[in-house]
């Protein structure tokens, strides 16, 4: 069983940064992809960014060259380092993990967190 707890949301003008994280807890971790979504009120979750078990990574059009996933497997933490944010990227972020180590664009993980609200003001 792996658990993930969500961190690093918040409220931010446009053009800001924030640093999302997510922990995992599970010693197999490392051999998981991890995949960062969104989704904001009355839309569906969307895809943001996916990174697999050896760091290959996805990005969404709408964030590509904005975010960067990047994951410590000594600190069993996934990041996504926001930049250049708009106010369109308001939304609760939540990481999954997925055992296979794979990445999906999909919501076809294992687990999830509970989400963090990001809020970017224009």
């Known amino acids: 069983q792996v658990q993930l707890v969500e961190s690093g949301g918040g409220l931010v003008q446009a053009g800001g940064s924030l640093r999302l994280s997510c922990a995992a807890s599970?010693?197999?971790?490392?051999?998981?992809?991890v995949g960062w979504f969104r989704q904001d009120p009355g839309k569906d979750r969307e895809f943001v960014s996916a990174?697999?078990?050896?760091?290959?990574?996805n990005y969404a059009d709408s964030v590509k060259g904005r975010f960067t996933i990047s994951r410590d497997n000594a600190k069993n933490t996934v990041y996504l380092q926001m930049n250049s944010l708009k106010p369109e990227d308001t939304a609760v972020y939540y990481c999954?993990?997925?055992?296979?180590?794979?990445?999906?664009?999909?919501?076809?993980?294992?687990?999830w967190g509970q989400g963090t609200q990001v809020t970017v003001s224009s």
């Open positions: 599970g010693r197999t971790f490392s051999s998981y992809a």
């Open positions: 990174i697999d078990w050896i760091g290959r990574s």
């Open positions: 999954a993990a997925r055992r296979t180590g794979g990445i999906v664009v999909t919501q076809e993980y294992d687990y």
